[in-house]
């Protein structure tokens, strides 16, 4: 998945090229900078290459769901349908916005259960959040078909899975509004950023003054702009929409080494005895940042996840032990604990998350394991990688 391994003269031309003006911030200055626009370069590459309308840089993945949702209308008392195996990041933005997060099951796809999510739809529902994790995406056709039957928005959270495809069309690009992150550890990187794409002309409006204060942008004085509606400060800044940018022009070409490097560890673990590959629905193409199979059972897969690293296959990990990305380690979240108060309505609404049932998120999860697959590998680290990873599972992984 990272992109910051590559990271190299491109970059530095780009980053080189804004130091050159001086101008950091992607708004304003206008006679300074030399008609260099890092972010509106990186919004219309990236729009092109989603095939959609409208791309809006901001600060952080975090920062494009939060900036999403608003956009998209989701406040306070609204309720979220998100997964348990998430980064928090997605819980969180739901919580930025006063809005009520609600946990609903995953299934063999490692993403959202259509019909657990059905169980979960209410008067208060807003949007289904599916999150793409680990680089393939749920079965979008019947979350698609909830959200139509419901009147509700489908929200991608494609953090993890920038470069796959769902019936032919980018992931973040098949619902209402797709989010990107490009920290320093995703598949392409900005050191720190975010985006949301869609072709809806009034959430992108929204999300275009949600980001900035709710600056409308119109005319060349920023002391002069309207404020239609509150916003916050989400932008991103010229110096890292620059990285972005080079990035993103090596995006297929990252996607296509991934690819390659999936495909072997794969070949070397397919025909195991017991072991099982997590499923991509029918339509999906994976963007493969990771490969992610499931064992027998829970004391298998975190023997054979030890027994793993011990043999010094690094970068794959036991979520269901990961105190960041499922939910069992969320108590902190479950409980509402902030350094300051969460209103009275909203920790009684996170207070049904700590008695629910999560035992069929818990059979997937506890059975997974996913592993990194980097972009710099040689050849030789490869196929000694797919050896050791073969013997290893191997050996611990039968069929009961
Ligand atoms: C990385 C990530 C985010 C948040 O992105 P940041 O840029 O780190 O804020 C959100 N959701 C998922 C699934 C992620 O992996």
Redesign the pocket.
Known sequence: MPGFEFLGEKERAEVASVMDSGVLMRYGFDAMRKERWKAVEMEQALACRMQVKHAQLVS??????TVALASAGVGAGDEVILPTF??V??FE?VLALGAVPVLADIDDTLTLDPASVKKYIGPRTKAIMP???CGSMADLTALKALCDTHGLLLLE?A??AIGGSYEGKPLGSYGDIG?F???Y??TITCG???ALITNNEAFYRNADHYSDHGHDHIGKDRGAEGHPFMGFNYRISELHAAVGLAQLRQLDEFLAIQKRHYTVLREALAGIPGLQFRRVPQGGVANYSFLSFFLPDDDTARKTHKALGEAGVDACFYWYDNHWHYHRKWDHLKQGISPGRLSRELKASLARLVAQDFSQSDYWMGRTISCLIKLSWTPAQLAERAGTMAAVVGQYCRED
């Open positions: 952080s993945g975090t920062a494009a769901i998430t980064f990041a997605s933005a999150v793409h994790m959270d953090c993890q989010c992150s490009f920290d550890v995703k720190e950023g975010g």
